[in-house]
């Protein structure tokens, strides 16, 4: 009776265990908080040359990591950081940062070329990188505040035929000089 | 029957004295508990990080960092210090004060000397704190009593540089007093040790050193494991591509005995290394107050937790987090870097509030990526998603830069802004 009695309590105790031990699966904030190491609390970037994910949206941020893991678009890390997420991990993790309030930095801009971006903003870019550049049409990013030295590095690739631009954009970024094109980053890192 | 008073004293102290009472009976309470509160020891690359977020997911508990220093020194990084590539710690130092300014994390500047885990009580230099559920995110300590001849002085003839601050500047000064000509030996531990990278990441950046400034000099790494155990294709390639005429890799060479005197180390007594500058890095374990809180496992060094809550196999309601861990693991482990510190302890955090507010934990989801320099302009990195298998962490990929170092200056540039975030979530 009494080793019974003990056998009982032992197998209720193991349930017990097993019932703790069960964990819901990775949540969005789980699985966006690990991100954060490289992209900031929340994904406001302190970074220079990293982006912020805060406030892209959901659409810019699948898209971008679909890119990244299929090798379209370029990247260091990003791409064999893209190959351990699954699709569904992704998209709700681009929930999480499209929630985010947008990153707002404080840089040291030129007040001439934030003038003449500002212009070019409006008669070129405005249609999808709307709000002055706060959201995006679809999956267009949003470009207000990101750092300068990013926005840099990756309009050098695409220059250079390693990023691909999209058609729309190749429309509007080919007529313009390098000059211009340094105006618009001035223009969206200066926006709050 | 009745005591004189100086016989009560005396029974009093033996008696408290054995069970290691006194300190917990004495020691005044530092901030007495009201509501529920989450201590947190140790405020590096895990601690700060716990610290923050369990206060960024529930403003209703009490968060209380203990903390020896007033600022943190990061030992990601600090190589390029070591190695002249950089004038001061400013870009690897931070503080703490707007932890508390922006999450109101409460900050203990002391020594914690130990975790009483049944009264749930951690006993400080400064005092005592009450907790509901602790965090111990203590890095490591060094098992020097493996190396014969090694004292409380020699890391200061010896620098292992692998807790950034003191050992770095000093370890930076007698590279730069040593002569041309000289030799420098790195000896660096077997496996698991902090930052797998990290000695060879050092070794490529003295070797620049010496190429740059004192060209007749030599650098020799005495590797304790058999081989490379890190990112092996891409350390090979940099020694064999930049540093060939100064630097000497030597595997399966554990020093088992140091003699500052002779400025020698040597191997199981048959083979000794002559240098003028020695970077002596012995085989580590979890931070000292986690092996006297009894945290550690059989293997006394590393303290096995649950691989969702991280919570302590040993002692509940204890969770240990970072560098200290052994977590369980299906294939190759998180390694015990920064980063994964950074994720661990977000994962930590996020289930104490779950366990504190009787909710459901959620499964762990981390990652790790680590660069490391090879020169003064190029990188390589590494970088892996883990997730929970069967109660267990795993990779679901991993992955490390190419190996004709097509993206070094890239991952360079990139590898600051890595240290610029971890740096400001750890202490904004």
């Known amino acids: 009776m009494m080793m019974r009695w003990r056998g009982w309590t032992l197998a209720t105790s193991v349930l017990a265990i097993s019932a703790l031990a069960q964990a819901a699966p990775p949540s969005a904030a789980m699985l966006s908080n690990a991100c954060a190491g490289c992209h900031g609390t929340n994904g406001g970037s302190a970074g220079l040359t990293m982006p912020s994910l805060a406030s892209q949206s959901k659409e810019a941020i699948e898209v971008a990591m679909k890119k990244f893991k299929s090798g379209e678009r370029p990247s260091t890390v990003m791409g064999r950081l893209a190959k351990g997420y699954s699709d569904a991990e992704v998209t709700a993790m681009a929930e999480f940062f499209s929630k985010q309030k947008l990153h707002v930095t404080n840089q040291v801009v030129d007040a001439a070329k934030v003038k003449k971006g500002a212009s070019l903003q409006e008669s070129n870019c405005g249609r999808c990188h709307i709000e002055d550049g706060r959201e995006g049409k679809d999956d267009t990013p949003v470009m207000a505040s990101q750092w300068l030295p990013y926005m840099q590095m990756q309009m050098a690739d695409y220059l250079s035929g390693k990023r691909k631009m999209p058609e729309k954009m190749k429309e509007k970024v080919d007529p313009m000089s390098k000059e211009d094109l340094e105006a618009l980053l001035h223009f969206y890192a200066s926006v709050k | 029957m009745t005591l004189d008073r100086r016989s009560f004293l005396k029974l009093v102290g033996a008696?408290?004295?054995?069970?290691?009472?006194?300190?917990?009976?004495?020691?005044?309470?530092?901030?007495?508990?009201?509501?529920?509160?989450?201590?947190?020891?140790?405020?590096?690359?895990?601690?700060?990080?716990?610290?923050?977020?369990?206060?960024?997911?529930?403003?209703?508990?009490?968060?209380?960092?203990?903390?020896?220093?007033?600022?943190?020194?990061?030992?990601?990084?600090?190589?390029?210090?070591?190695?002249?590539?950089t004038d001061n710690m400013n870009n690897i130092t931070i503080g703490y004060d707007k932890l508390t300014a922006n999450h109101g994390v409460k900050m203990v500047y002391a020594e914690v000397t130990d975790i009483d885990a049944a009264a749930k009580k951690v006993v400080t230099s400064a005092g005592t704190l009450d907790y509901d559920r602790l965090i111990v995110s203590p890095g490591i300590d060094f098992r020097t009593e493996e190396i014969e001849g090694y004292n409380a002085q020699t890391a200061e003839i010896f620098p292992h540089a692998w807790k950034a601050g003191a050992q770095s500047t000093l370890l930076r000064n007698q590279l730069q007093s040593m002569k041309d000509g000289g030799t420098v030996i790195i000896s660096m531990p077997l496996t698991p040790y902090r930052c797998p990278p990290g000695p060879y990441e050092r070794s490529c950046l003295i070797a620049h050193y010496l190429k740059t400034h004192k060209p007749k000099s030599k650098l020799i790494l005495l590797d304790a494991n058999p081989d490379v155990v890190s990112k092996k294709p891409l350390f090979t390639k940099a020694w064999s591509t930049y540093y060939k005429d100064n630097f000497q890799y030597i595997g399966g060479k554990k020093v088992t005995k140091a003699d500052t005197g002779a400025k020698l180390v040597s191997i199981e007594g048959i083979e000794d290394f002559k240098g003028d500058v020695i970077n002596l890095i012995p085989s580590q374990r979890a931070g000292d107050i986690a092996v006297k809180a009894g945290l550690v496992g059989d293997d006394k060094k590393w303290c096995p937790v649950d691989a969702v809550t991280f919570e302590s196999t040993k002692h509940k309601g204890i969770h240990v987090i970072g560098d200290a861990t052994a977590l369980p693991s299906d294939g190759p482990p998180m390694p015990k870097s920064g980063y994964s510190a950074n994720s661990q302890a977000k994962v930590c955090a996020m289930n104490v509030v779950n366990l504190l507010n009787g909710k459901e934990t959620v499964e762990f989801s981390g990652i790790n990526v680590c660069y490391s320099a090879i020169s003064d302009h190029e990188s390589v990195s590494i970088a892996q998603v883990f997730k929970l298998e069967g109660g267990k962490i795993k990779s679901s990929a991993t992955a490390i830069s190419p190996a004709d170092f097509s993206l070094g200056k890239a991952e360079h540039v990139y590898g600051e802004s890595w240290l610029r975030n971890i740096l400001t979530e750890m202490s904004t």
């Open chain 2, 15 to 85: 008696g408290a004295g054995a069970a290691g009472l006194p300190m917990i009976g004495r020691a005044a309470d530092i901030m007495p508990k009201s509501g529920r509160r989450v201590v947190v020891i140790g405020g590096g690359y895990g601690g700060a990080i716990a610290a923050k977020y369990v206060r960024m997911l529930d403003k209703s508990i009490e968060v209380v960092m203990i903390e020896r220093n007033k600022q943190f020194v990061s030992c990601p990084f600090s190589n390029f210090y070591i190695a002249g590539l």
